[in-house]
Structure formats: structure tokens, C-alpha cells
């Protein structure tokens, strides 16, 4: 399977960006899926995961309330919607695979996680 991340650019601070993840090869329903984001300088960090049926979500404490991730397993995709955004929030983000097969599980963890996209920048100026 690859994944394809897309629906990055540049915003002021304030507005709002849709990233998706698009799979192919195969499809990514029966497993979680997350977002990362790598800052100039900084390490990878994880932003939010979603588990295989979409009905458990988990967040970063600092895009709580302000980020949404989603899936439609119909269209073998993910998602997540940023509002608010901060300068701060300005990386390049990736989507990510959990190892796991429909495990009720929902981790944050980068090790948890096999298969990565590409990643799509996001630039929030202030």
C-alpha cells in the first residue's frame, strides 16, 4: 500500500486546512490510521489517530479542539480538518498506518506505525 498526502499550503494564521491521505495498492480499512508532523529542527511528533471503524480518535493536548481527523473508508481515505491554526503549527505533515489489524487500539506512538506517505507541507504565517 502507499499513502498520499495532500491538501497542504500556505494560510494566515487563524485559517483552516483540509489534509487528506489517499491509499492505494490496497486498502487501509481494517486499520488505524494517524497524522504526524515534523517542524524545521524538531523531531516527528504525533498529531492525531483515528482507529479502523472510526470510532475512537485521540489528539495532541496542542490541537485539541482545534483539529479533527476522519476516515472514509469508502474512499480509502483519511483525513483532518485544522481550524485555528497557529504558526506554531507549521510542518510537514505525514499520515500513517497502524501495524495492527482492527485492533481496538489507538496509539501515538511512531514505532506503532508501518507505512508512511510522503508527507504536504503546511505553512501558517503570522
Known amino acids: 500500500v502507499q499513502l498520499q498526502a495532500s491538501g497542504g499550503g500556505l494560510v494566515q494564521a487563524g485559517g483552516s486546512l483540509r489534509l487528506s491521505c489517499a491509499a492505494s495498492?490496497?486498502?487501509?480499512?481494517?486499520?488505524?490510521m494517524g497524522w504526524f508532523r515534523q517542524a524545521p529542527g524538531k523531531e516527528r511528533q504525533f498529531v492525531a489517530a483515528i482507529n479502523w471503524n472510526g470510532i475512537s480518535t485521540l489528539y495532541v493536548d496542542s490541537v485539541k479542539g482545534r483539529f479533527t481527523i476522519s476516515r472514509d473508508n469508502a474512499k480509502n481515505m483519511v483525513f483532518l480538518q485544522m481550524n485555528s491554526l497557529k504558526p506554531e503549527d507549521t510542518a510537514v505533515y505525514y499520515c500513517a498506518t497502524d501495524k495492527l489489524f482492527r485492533t481496538t487500539r489507538i496509539v501515538r506512538g511512531e514505532s506503532e506505525y508501518h507505512i508512511w506517505g510522503q508527507g504536504t507541507q503546511v505553512t501558517v504565517s503570522s
Open positions: 495498492g490496497r486498502t487501509v480499512n481494517n486499520y488505524g
